[in-house]
């Protein structure tokens, strides 16, 4: 029943900034986690950081740490993800999802996604 679109991605230079929004239609009751995924061309859908929908933990893959950071509007059921320092390898269209079941890097336990975003970074 739950829907959910991104926006945000686009062309940008190595160094540059994004910030992704993920927009929620539908309720929100067993909601638990809601992560942001990325898949490369060629390559395997991989975790890139999520957050617990109700407390607030954050959670990310090695390779983005402190540089991206995951935030959410619990009122206006809004998923954010600013991406500071982008680097090529960074390259992928970027996925949110919804969990019931965890709010961590399980990717088979996230059940909703959106369409995705196209996110480029030249070098």
């Known amino acids: 029943q739950v829907q959910l679109e991104e926006s945000g991605g686009g062309l940008v230079q190595a160094g540059d900034s994004l910030r992704l929004s993920c927009v929620t239609v539908?309720?929100?009751?067993?909601?638990?986690?809601m992560g942001w995924f990325r898949q490369a061309p060629g390559k395997e859908r991989e975790y890139v950081a999520s957050?617990?929908?109700?407390?607030?933990?954050?959670y990310y893959r090695d390779s983005v740490k402190w540089r991206f950071t995951i935030s959410r509007d619990y009122d206006t059921k809004t998923l954010y993800l600013q991406m500071n320092s982008l680097k090529p390898e960074d390259t992928g269209v970027y996925y949110c999802?919804?969990?019931?079941?965890?709010?961590?890097?399980?990717?088979?336990?996230?059940?909703?996604w959106g369409p995705g975003t196209q996110v480029t970074v030249s070098s």
């Open positions: 999802a919804e969990s019931r079941l965890t709010y961590k890097d399980e990717i088979d336990e996230y059940d909703a």
């Open positions: 539908g309720r929100t009751f067993s909601r638990l986690g």
């Open positions: 957050i617990g929908w109700i407390g607030g933990t954050t």
